[in-house]
């Protein structure tokens, strides 16, 4: 399992605690957490998730000043379960945090689940050392450069979608797409959007092993989400399946591009792997053995 640096937006959409959940869970060693914006409560559930899985997490912010709380539900209510403050401070930048990483652990490999700003800043750095895999959830294919088994009407005649994670900073987004990075791959809505975790889903998964707690804190936050919401859209979890199990999804070979007001995909068969489909089976058979 590799060496992971997370960048995420956590503590907005719970889905990246999840992702985070099931990486840890898997076996995958997270070795650095930088969060967008870095609002203090975002900071805290990061701390808090480090200090469930028992591992020493460095954790960034992208900024470090004038923030305001901007969390809740579900991760406020595991804040004040497990005893910890809804406030905390960064350990740095998100930049030096990943650069620490980096030169402790020179073959880390970057997951991104939110906007790229501190892997942006740190990849523009002079001595930035370029990861050979990157994954970011974020893009869109358009069905006339793949039809995938399962489509939907909103997506029909379209080349470009909105993607949160690329708009919420277009000159980081930049800089990464522009990194010589060898195994670059995006995992979009075209995909995501077809993929939900509901209680149907959640009766399937067998218990934690007690000897895995980031299972069992993936079992906790899914118990209280389901609590209040019949489903979840699987965005950052199933992108972080795709980083570990690349060989589940189709990936179709381009260049994530600025298109509309959006993003799309230019065919390029020397391009990034833009995920067109997946095997839904083997996405949940990840989750149910958990390592």
Same mark, same amino acid.
């Given at each position: 399992m &590799?060496?992971? $640096?997370?960048?995420?937006?956590?503590g907005?959409d719970?889905?990246?605690l999840?992702?985070?959940?099931?990486?840890?869970?898997?076996?995958?060693?997270?070795?650095?957490?930088?969060?967008?914006?870095?609002?203090?409560?975002?900071l805290? %559930?990061?701390?808090? /998730?480090?200090?469930? +899985?028992? @591992?020493?997490?460095?954790v960034?912010?992208?900024?470090?000043?004038? *923030?305001?709380?901007?969390?809740g539900?579900?991760?406020?209510?595991?804040?004040?379960?497990?005893?910890? #403050?809804?406030?905390?401070a960064?350990?740095?930048?998100?930049d030096?945090? %990943?650069?620490?990483?980096?030169?402790?652990? *020179?073959?880390a490999?970057?997951?991104?689940?939110? &906007?790229?700003?501190?892997?942006?800043?740190?990849l523009?750095?002079?001595?930035?050392r370029v990861p050979?895999?990157?994954?970011m959830?974020?893009?869109?294919?358009?069905?006339?450069?793949?039809a &995938?088994?399962?489509?939907? !009407?909103? /997506?029909?005649?379209?080349?470009? @979608?909105?993607? /949160?994670? =690329?708009?919420?900073?277009?000159?980081?987004?930049?800089?990464l797409?522009?990194? !010589?990075?060898?195994?670059?791959?995006?995992v979009?809505?075209?995909?995501c959007?077809? =993929?939900?975790?509901d209680t149907? +889903?959640?009766?399937?998964?067998? !218990? #934690?092993?007690?000897?895995? &707690?980031?299972?069992?804190?993936? *079992?906790?936050?899914?118990? =209280?989400? =389901?609590?209040?919401?019949?489903?979840?859209?699987?965005?950052? #979890?199933? @992108?972080?399946?795709?980083?570990?199990h #690349?060989?589940?999804? %189709?990936?179709?070979?381009?260049r994530?591009?600025?298109?509309?007001?959006g993003?799309?995909?230019?065919?390029? !068969?020397?391009?990034?792997?833009?995920?067109?489909? $997946?095997?839904?089976?083997a996405?949940w058979?990840? /989750? *149910?053995?958990?390592?």
């Amino acid at each position: 399992m &590799p060496d992971l $640096i997370v960048e995420t937006d956590l503590g907005h959409d719970p889905d990246d605690l999840f992702a985070l959940c099931y990486l840890a869970a898997a076996g995958a060693h997270i070795r650095a957490i930088t969060v967008v914006p870095g609002d203090p409560d975002q900071l805290a %559930v990061a701390r808090l /998730f480090a200090r469930a +899985v028992g @591992a020493d997490i460095p954790v960034g912010a992208s900024h470090l000043t004038g *923030r305001k709380p901007s969390s809740g539900g579900v991760h406020h209510r595991l804040l004040d379960r497990f005893g910890a #403050p809804r406030a905390v401070a960064p350990d740095g930048p998100g930049d030096d945090v %990943v650069a620490a990483a980096l030169d402790r652990h *020179r073959d880390a490999e970057l997951f991104v689940i939110g &906007p790229c700003t501190s892997t942006a800043r740190y990849l523009a750095r002079s001595d930035a050392r370029v990861p050979r895999r990157v994954t970011m959830q974020g893009g869109f294919l358009g069905y006339h450069l793949h039809a &995938p088994v399962v489509r939907l !009407p909103e /997506f029909e005649g379209k080349e470009w @979608a909105p993607t /949160f994670n =690329l708009n919420g900073d277009r000159k980081g987004a930049s800089v990464l797409l522009a990194a !010589p990075v060898a195994d670059r791959r995006f995992v979009g809505k075209n995909v995501c959007h077809t =993929l939900l975790y509901d209680t149907a +889903v959640h009766a399937t998964m067998p !218990p #934690p092993p007690s000897d895995n &707690p980031a299972a069992e804190l993936f *079992r906790l936050a899914m118990d =209280l989400y =389901l609590a209040d919401h019949p489903t979840k859209k699987w965005h950052d #979890p199933t @992108a972080a399946v795709c980083h570990l199990h #690349p060989e589940i999804g %189709v990936w179709v070979r381009g260049r994530v591009t600025k298109l509309g007001g959006g993003w799309g995909t230019v065919p390029d !068969p020397t391009g990034d792997h833009i995920l067109a489909d $997946i095997d839904r089976g083997a996405l949940w058979d990840c /989750f *149910r053995t958990w390592t």
